[in-house]
């Protein structure tokens, strides 16, 4: 009887301690904080390496980007350096050409102004242009041709005058270019005289607008119109007849009269069609005239 008194005493105390144990939760709330301890350390390493690797990826971008940029400013240098180069290369080349027609400018004056062959030697020429300073009939002028000096005197001022447009003092060259003309109205250079008024009236013009002087500008641009042509009206079948017509469009089209601009070129196209100039008037046409 005693023994089981005992055992069920054992029994009773046993329950008790399960009974305390199930009651008490505090083990199993101290096991999920581990755990989510351990996953929230987790999660901030991941974090943590893909901050890392981000970084790394927007620094290996900003030195693409700036080796990028560095090789586009590069490339734009060199390709300035190069235009620069090229815009010396072409005044060069424009001012060789510049010497070389003033050159053959005055070559042509000197042999216009050697006049016919002497009687007997040859078939009959016109008379020496540059020994008439009243404008007689070119039958009229001596057969012996003007004087040495007097060519010489033609040459020095068509060479000064060219000269003064070059050196861009367009007022002098206006002036001794129109001198020239008066002196010497039917020598093969007569109508070059005339082109380069219109192109001296032209740079007036400009290096008004350079300065914002617009009624100036206007001024001169008509005036290099009108000078420009001269050029068809008095020598239709000279040399610079195309490039004054092409001019004229050029300046009417910075006088804004573009429709007018535009018959200009397609006369010139239509009545020069096998020149240089013809062909940059069709360029411009189209321009003007787009489809």
């Known amino acids: 009887m005693r023994w089981k008194t005992g055992w069920g005493r054992a029994l009773a105390a046993a329950g008790l301690v399960l009974a305390g144990c199930a009651s008490d939760p505090t083990p199993l709330l101290r096991e999920d904080l581990a755990r989510l301890r351990g996953d929230l350390a987790r999660i901030e390493q991941s974090l943590q390496r893909s901050q890392a690797e981000i970084k790394v990826d927007l620094q290996q971008a900003d030195r693409r980007s700036a080796q990028t940029l560095t090789e586009l400013q590069r490339s734009v240098a060199q390709l300035g350096s190069r235009l620069d180069e090229l815009g010396r290369d072409t005044g060069r080349i424009q001012g060789r050409l510049d010497e070389l027609r003033m050159r053959v400018d005055a070559l042509a004056l000197q042999f216009d102004a050697a006049g016919p062959p002497p009687a007997g030697r040859g078939a009959p020429g016109r008379g020496g242009d540059l020994g008439r300073t009243g404008g007689a009939p070119a039958e009229s002028a001596p057969a012996t041709g003007p004087s040495p000096a007097l060519a010489r005197q033609a040459t020095d001022l068509y060479q000064m005058a060219y000269l003064d447009y070059t050196r861009g003092n367009y007022n002098l060259a206006i002036a001794a270019f129109r001198e020239f003309i008066r002196l010497y109205p039917s020598t093969d250079v007569t109508e070059k005289a005339q082109y380069w008024i219109g192109e001296s009236h032209y740079s007036l013009a400009r290096e008004a607008q350079a300065r914002g002087d617009r009624e100036r500008a206007t001024r001169e641009f008509e005036r290099a119109v009108q000078e420009f042509r001269k050029v068809l009206i008095n020598y239709p079948r000279g040399d610079r007849v195309p490039t004054a017509l092409f001019k004229e469009a050029l300046t ?19 009545q020069f069609p096998s020149t240089e100039e013809a062909a940059k008037a069709k360029e411009e046409l189209a321009r003007l005239r787009p489809r």
């Open 252 to 270: 009417l089209l910075e006088l804004r009269q573009p429709e007018l601009a535009a018959a200009r070129l397609q006369y010139l196209m239509d």
